[in-house]
């Protein structure tokens, strides 16, 4: 009893995988959505994806060598990801110096606070989204139109997100049918030629981006498919209810943010539970209230916002949410 065996933290196996491997998985899974986004929005759409990308990587750099003194460790490639994701939440005509205060509070408050990757409890890049959301709510809901702001940043011509449209429209008194005979059919937002974020306009892009993370098995099924079933099922059954009050769901699936925050956001490693069925749980409640928000806030959209409130459940869901111990014996009969 002399000797003590010390027993490392996890993984005690090692699967091939690494920190530096994932991200560029991400990374990879975002390049149709990037390709998609230059297409619509050109000039815009590349300077604040390259000037999210940048400013991540820089202010993580700093606040790690000369605030925390630690081991620089941006070539894991973690900041590349937050600053991608980042832009992909941003419209592409965002002045510069918003873009640099999202990007600091999404890596100084949302991430180097707590101790860097692995130790946040929020979604660093949706912490900078929504932050920009509430200090600028004018600039963030100024969406470019797509292809006519292709050669324009700043001065990009603009319009309505379909949610966004479908919102004023519902509260000026308009009926959901006449609604949707104004709004882009189901294969032009599948396709992706409509308003809104950079990274959430192109439904087919954002599923080729799954498959991938799938294939290479980076993430699973569950948080995805449970959070799009559960705003499937929600809207479905409201529609159902009042065809002439609220849309469709699949309208609800192909706007805004519902693919790009459940195949990327969502599905955040650090800030998304351990278990499958943990990860049904919190996926559905995602699914809920970006419903509720939609359908009866002041908000269009509440992908954002429902993400982050379920990333506060995340600890309580897996506390009580756990797998059987190694060795445990199980009862049958």
């Known amino acids: 009893m002399d000797q003590l065996l010390t027993v490392s933290l996890s993984p005690h196996i090692s699967a091939g995988q690494s920190v530096k491997k994932l991200m560029f998985g991400v990374v990879l899974a975002l390049v149709p959505a990037f390709l998609v986004s230059l297409y619509l929005f050109g000039l815009g759409a590349l300077f604040v994806t390259i000037f999210s990308i940048a400013t991540c990587v820089i202010f993580e750099l700093a606040i790690q060598k000369y605030i925390l003194k630690t081991a620089v460790r941006i070539s894991d490639g973690s900041a590349i990801v937050t600053g991608l994701l980042l832009a992909f939440n941003l419209p592409s005509n965002l002045?510069?110096?918003?873009?640099?205060?999202?990007?600091?509070?999404?890596?100084?408050?949302?991430?180097?606070?707590?101790?860097?990757?692995?130790?946040?409890?929020?979604?660093?890049?949706?912490?900078?989204?929504?932050?920009?959301?509430?200090?600028?709510?004018?600039?963030?809901?100024?969406?470019?139109?797509?292809?006519?702001?292709?050669?324009?940043?700043?001065?990009?011509?603009?319009?309505?997100?379909?949610l966004g449209f479908l919102k004023e429209s519902v509260r000026n008194g308009e009926q959901i049918p006449e609604i949707m005979k104004q709004l882009p059919d189901n294969m032009q937002l599948f396709m992706g030629n409509v308003g809104g974020s950079l990274g959430e306009v192109s439904a087919i892009a954002l599923i080729l981006g799954f498959i991938w993370?799938?294939?290479?098995?980076?993430?699973?099924?569950?948080?995805?498919?449970?959070?799009?079933?559960?705003?499937?099922?929600?809207?479905?059954?409201?529609?159902?209810?009042?065809?002439?009050?609220?849309?469709?769901?699949?309208?609800?699936?192909?706007?805004?943010?519902?693919?790009?925050?459940?195949?990327?956001?969502?599905?955040?490693?650090?800030?998304?539970?351990?278990?499958?069925?943990?990860?049904?749980?919190?996926?559905?409640?995602?699914?809920?209230?970006?419903?509720?928000?939609?359908?009866?806030?002041?908000?269009?959209?509440?992908?954002?916002?429902?993400?982050?409130?379920?990333?506060?459940?995340?600890?309580?869901?897996?506390?009580?949410?756990?797998?059987?111990?190694?060795?445990?014996?199980?009862?049958?009969?």
């Open 95 to 162: 002045p510069w110096w918003m873009i640099a205060l999202g990007a600091f509070f999404a890596i100084g408050v949302g991430k180097m606070t707590y101790g860097g990757l692995g130790n946040n409890p929020f979604n660093p890049a949706l912490i900078g989204r929504v932050f920009l959301l509430i200090s600028f709510p004018v600039q963030m809901t100024s969406w470019p139109v797509p292809v006519a702001a292709r050669h324009q940043y700043l001065d990009a011509v603009t319009g309505a997100t379909p």
């Open 213 to 333: 993370l799938l294939y290479k098995k980076i993430i699973t099924w569950h948080i995805p498919v449970s959070m799009i079933a559960t705003v499937f099922i929600f809207t479905g059954i409201l529609w159902v209810i009042d065809p002439s009050l609220y849309a469709p769901p699949l309208f609800h699936i192909l706007t805004g943010g519902v693919l790009l925050g459940a195949i990327f956001m969502a599905t955040d490693l650090v800030t998304s539970p351990m278990t499958r069925a943990g990860m049904i749980i919190f996926a559905s409640g995602i699914g809920i209230i970006t419903v509720i928000i939609r359908v009866f806030g002041s908000y269009p959209e509440g992908v954002s916002f429902a993400i982050l409130i379920m990333n506060a459940f995340v600890p309580l869901i897996n506390k009580y949410i756990k797998p059987s111990r190694f060795g445990k014996e199980v009862k049958h009969g």
